[in-house]
């Protein structure tokens, strides 16, 4: 699976779109990128994936550049409690892809 | 639909004794994983089975053994703990490769 590097922490105005990049330039054709979040002492969320077109869901917007060598996402009104740890992954569909490795993340603080 | 269960949610063990984490899964899902998280950090996999009857080591290994004792069911041992071993640790399954993971609760494990 690709390697994928992201800022230690980032801050954000509560009621503004919170962006957040994701580096995988090592990226191969068969595999996804995967956004994941941890809220203090939980479980990680699935938020959303995408191979290469931009997806949205009722979560967030995934933003995926056209050499798919990073990624954007954009939660796009923040709030108090999406305030955790947000984890980029790629990972490949095919069979044999079963490992799913979590970087350190992204620590978001989304302040009042 | 419980989803994922961990039991127990908290444990204290002493230097040298054995334990068994359980974990389980009500979603028919074939793939699980055991991770630790220690503090500030990102989850790390230990082991993952990608299908009853089948288990492989995943980044961090030693010091644990594992069970795939049904579909349902994927336990963690560690036969004589460590202090290093003091960590979060969530179990997760997913249905086929490629589809979301989810996650439990956690168990917070400290070794004294």
């Known amino acids: 699976d690709a390697k994928t590097t992201q800022p230690p922490s980032m801050d954000c105005a509560e009621g503004r779109a919170a962006n957040l990049p994701c580096n995988h330039s090592?990226?191969?054709?068969?595999?996804?990128v995967y956004w994941y979040r941890q809220i203090h002492s939980q479980g990680p969320q699935y938020i959303i994936h995408?191979?290469?077109n931009n997806e949205t869901n009722e979560m967030a917007s995934l933003i995926i550049t056209e050499d798919r060598k990073s990624s954007t996402l954009i939660l796009p009104h923040a709030t108090l409690r999406d305030t955790a740890v947000y984890y980029c992954?790629?990972?490949?569909?095919?069979?044999?892809?079963?490992?799913?490795?979590f970087g350190a993340g992204t620590r978001l603080f989304v302040k009042a | 639909n419980a989803g994922v269960t961990q039991t127990p949610k908290f444990q204290v063990l002493k230097t040298g004794q054995s334990m068994t984490l359980q974990c389980a899964q009500d979603?028919?899902?074939?793939?699980m994983y055991w991770y630790r998280q220690d503090p500030g950090m990102g989850l790390r996999l230990i082991y993952y089975s990608a299908s009853e009857g089948t288990t492989d080591k995943g980044e961090v290994p030693n010091g644990y053994n594992v069970s795939r004792l049904n579909k349902r069911e994927f336990s963690l041992r560690l036969e004589s703990a460590a202090p290093s071993q003091t960590s979060v640790y969530f179990c997760a399954s997913r249905n086929r490769d490629g589809e979301t993971q989810y996650f439990g609760p956690g168990t917070r494990l400290l070794v004294l």
């Open positions: 995408g191979l290469k």
């Open positions: 979603m028919n899902h074939n793939s």
């Open positions: 090592t990226i191969s054709g068969n595999e996804y």
């Open positions: 992954i790629v990972r490949g569909r095919n069979t044999g892809g079963f490992k799913t490795i």
